[in-house]
């Protein structure tokens, strides 16, 4: 009997492998989905219509055009809160699953605080979520991608504990209204991003420049407003609206200079990703021990008499712990890792004591941070599967930026390889990935790049005042692999 089981299950592995594997075609799993990701500052425009708020980041481009390297904004962007039906119809012929798109608080809340609702704004974000459903393609809805009324930045912003409740009662605004129609939540985009660049240095909004006592500060508190928002879905809207809520964390990949030096991949890791993956996803919960003690000894070393990273209370880990139904993963890139006595450095990052560099033929996109390295994204997956007993992994961006051209065969080998390394952690590493979004539908404005990077499978006329779409030759690239649920060399 044991045996027959033994031959069934050899039978049917060696037949997946040969019909997953022949002709060099790898097929996304069944009930995968594919979608493409945008948010809200990036594309919307219309950023003093419809009743909206003043939001920091709105607050900061006015203030800093210098900041930006051509000077502009997401005034106008991608005028999308006008042109969203056309945007609809652009993922509807791109035969996506899910749209994932973010809510701009500041239109929701002109004041930022919840008790005055701007039916105009909500409006907005209804007629949009209809328009997908109609077209049978999911909302995934992001309550936070950086761009909270500016109010708040005036009272410290997320260096102010009161904000996990001004965000807290937002998000309750927003599932309560838009809940009914929508499945798949994020709390908040890439913590790290919006404190490490917003509050550690100078290239974000607000720009506070703190250094690496701010990044960690703003850590701490956004990390418990997730949990917080976390548990307000869980208790109050869960049972009625059937969904499910995770937050999206940005994980670089870490390759090491030494083969043997795991360590160097092990404490970049927890640095990067495991600072708020290991208190939500981990068994124990609270940040990586790694973490605490090497901050706690580098405090040290740097003069101050207790370690810069604040303490969780065991209160804190409890109500941290588990607060994700699925793991948000944002990714781009990687980095070549080695393991160094201690760093210098003042930047946040050097925190970590682990020296970062890259292969110089590696080749290149339109950023400065973004090279091209698949390897680097199997590797990062296996790494959250195997860290954190194999959760469901939902891709939430992967893309490549390129100056210009409809004509983009880098992206589309960029997004060949990325998928394939994806697919290959699927069914050669067993793990669990559900989802996979490219960034972005859409150029748009790319931050403290302004219109300078563009990472749309669409190309948007920026000096046309009718901000024309054309869709890109990635887009019929990517419309294939939706339509066929394959990718083949
Ligand atoms: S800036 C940034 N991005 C881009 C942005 O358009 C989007 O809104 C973000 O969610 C594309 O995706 C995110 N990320 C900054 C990543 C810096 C990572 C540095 C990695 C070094 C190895």
């Not at 999911?138 to 991608?145: C, E, G, N, Q, R």
């Not at 997320?158 to 209204?177: L, Q």
């Not at 680097?376 to 296996?382: A, P, Q, S």
Request: charged share 20%; aromatic share 14%; glycine share 8%.
């Amino acid at each position: 009997m044991a045996s027959y089981s033994f031959l069934r299950v050899a039978v049917s592995f060696i037949f997946i492998v040969t019909y997953v594997f022949a002709n060099d075609t790898l097929y996304f799993p069944k009930d995968f989905l594919l979608g493409t990701a945008t948010a809200a500052y990036q594309i919307e425009g219309g950023w003093n219509e419809s009743g909206k708020g003043e939001s920091v980041w709105d607050w900061w481009t006015h203030e800093n055009p210098s900041l930006i390297r051509d000077g502009s904004n997401g005034d106008v962007a991608c005028d999308s809160l006008h042109k969203y039906k056309e945007d609809v119809q652009l993922l509807s012929d791109l035969g996506v699953d899910f749209y994932r798109f973010s809510i701009s608080w500041p239109r929701i809340l002109p004041t930022g605080y919840a008790n005055v609702i701007n039916q105009e704004g909500l409006n907005y974000y209804k007629n949009l979520i209809n328009e997908l459903l109609a077209k049978d393609i999911k909302p995934f809805v992001t309550l936070y991608h950086w761009d909270h009324p500016e109010i708040f930045e005036r009272m410290g912003g997320w260096t102010n504990e009161m904000m996990v409740e001004w965000i807290s009662d937002y998000a309750r605004v927003v599932f309560k209204e838009l809940g009914p129609k929508v499945k798949y939540f994020m709390s908040i985009n890439e913590p790290n991003v919006l404190c490490g660049e917003g509050y550690g240095e100078n290239v974000k909004a607000p720009g506070k420049n703190l250094g690496s006592p701010g990044v960690f500060l703003c850590m701490h508190n956004v990390l418990k407003a997730h949990a917080k928002i976390y548990h307000i879905y869980d208790k109050e809207f869960r049972k009625y609206q059937e969904g499910t809520i995770g937050i999206v964390l940005p994980c670089s990949g870490a390759l090491p200079k030494n083969p043997n030096d795991t360590a160097a991949v092990n404490m970049h890791f927890q640095f990067n990703c495991g600072w708020i993956a290991h208190a939500i996803f981990s068994k124990t919960g609270d940040y990586p021990e790694i973490m605490k003690t090497h901050v706690a000894d580098n405090s040290k070393l740097a003069g101050f008499s207790k370690s810069l990273l604040p303490e969780l209370s065991s209160e804190w880990v409890q109500y941290i712990k588990g607060t994700s139904d699925f793991f948000g993963l944002n990714h781009y890139t990687s980095k070549i890792v080695e393991t160094v006595p201690r760093m210098k450095g003042e930047g946040w990052y050097d925190f970590s004591g682990v020296k970062q560099s890259i292969d110089p033929s590696w080749p290149k996109s339109a950023s400065d941070w973004l090279r091209v390295v698949p390897d680097g994204f199997r590797e990062i997956i296996k790494k959250i599967s195997k860290e954190y007993d194999n959760p469901p992994i939902y891709v939430m961006e992967n893309g490549f930026s390129d100056k210009c051209c409809t004509f983009d065969h880098l992206r589309i080998s960029y997004l060949y390889s990325y998928i394939k390394a994806m697919l290959l952690a699927i069914y050669e590493d067993g793990c669990n990935v559900k989802a996979y979004a490219v960034w972005s539908l859409l150029d748009n404005f790319e931050w403290g790049a302004g219109y300078t990077e563009r990472f749309g499978l669409v190309n948007v006329n920026f000096t046309d005042s009718n901000r024309t779409r054309t869709p890109k030759w990635s887009t019929i690239w990517y419309k294939n692999i939706i339509a066929t649920r394959k990718l083949t060399s």
